[in-house]
T-cell receptor
Framework: DTGVSQNPRHKITKRGQNVTFRCDPI?????LYWYRQTLGQGPEFLTY????????KSRLLSDRFSAERPKGSFSTLEIQRTEQGDSAMYLC?????????????FGQGTRLTVV | SQKIEQNSEALNIQEGKTATLTCNYT??????LQWYRQDPGRGPVFLLL?????KEKRKERLKVTFDTTLKQSLFHITASQPADSATYLC????????????FGSGTRLSIRP
């Protein structure tokens, strides 16, 4: 257990529905990342936050995806009008950024299946 | 284009031998490079970090090298054990002002008894 918690662990949804995932990072960590991972691939960067500020969003991410981190604590990732291509593992990670050389601690991920 | 490349084919070696995994990157100038281990169905777990001004870093049976001229990192596991079987991911910061972490596709390592 890394201390990063993600809920739910699994989500099955019908195409066209909206889904929301939650990530609770390690409490003192100020940076939070979202990644998407499909079978046989490495984690693909989606977005990241420094405290409550969203610093970057991947250009690969469509407008159907949105993430928030209110008050710089937990974060949510919402996917609107889900498509079958959204099926993947969604990973959250956090780190403590005092310098640029810190490692990321990952949660167990949320596995999304769109049917 | 920017790329992080790891051996896409699985690496199978005999227990007790040294496993060597390769990470090559293109059009990045990272300040550091990291290696993670990932087991099936679980999130990646951090193993080692090496900075741009370091040539080699060791931790127990693990050794990482970083050659910024070749734009390559090598990850070694000595005296390999079946429990070392997993996917190993290379990651780096892009070297721009935004210090996000970008991952390679990983190499699956299998250690046979």
């Amino acid at each position: 257990d890394t201390g990063v918690s993600q809920n739910p662990r699994h989500k099955i949804t019908k195409r066209g529905q909206n889904v929301t995932f939650r990530c609770d990072p390690i409490s003192e960590h100020n940076r939070l990342y979202w990644y998407r991972q499909t079978l046989g691939q490495g984690p693909e960067f989606l977005t990241y936050f420094q405290n409550e500020a969203q610093l970057e969003k991947s250009r690969l991410l469509s407008d159907r995806f949105s993430a928030e981190r209110p008050k710089g604590s937990f974060s949510t990732l919402e996917i609107q009008r889900t498509e079958q291509g959204d099926s993947a593992m969604y990973l959250c990670a956090s780190s403590l950024e005092g310098s640029r050389y810190t490692e990321a601690f990952f949660g167990q991920g949320t596995r999304l299946t769109v049917v | 284009s920017q790329k992080i490349e790891q051996n896409s084919e699985a690496l199978n070696i005999q227990e007790g031998k040294t496993a060597t995994l390769t990470c090559n990157y293109t059009n990045y100038s990272p300040a550091y490079l990291q290696w993670y281990r990932q087991d099936p169905g679980r999130g990646p777990v951090f193993l080692l970090l090496i900075r741009e001004n370091e040539k080699e870093k060791r931790k127990e049976r693990l050794k990482v090298t970083f050659d910024t001229t070749l734009k390559q990192s090598l990850f070694h596991i000595t005296a390999s054990q079946p429990a070392d079987s997993a996917t190993y991911l290379c990651a780096l910061d892009p070297g721009s002002s935004a210090s996000k972490i970008i991952f390679g596709s990983g190499t699956r390592l299998s250690i046979r008894p």
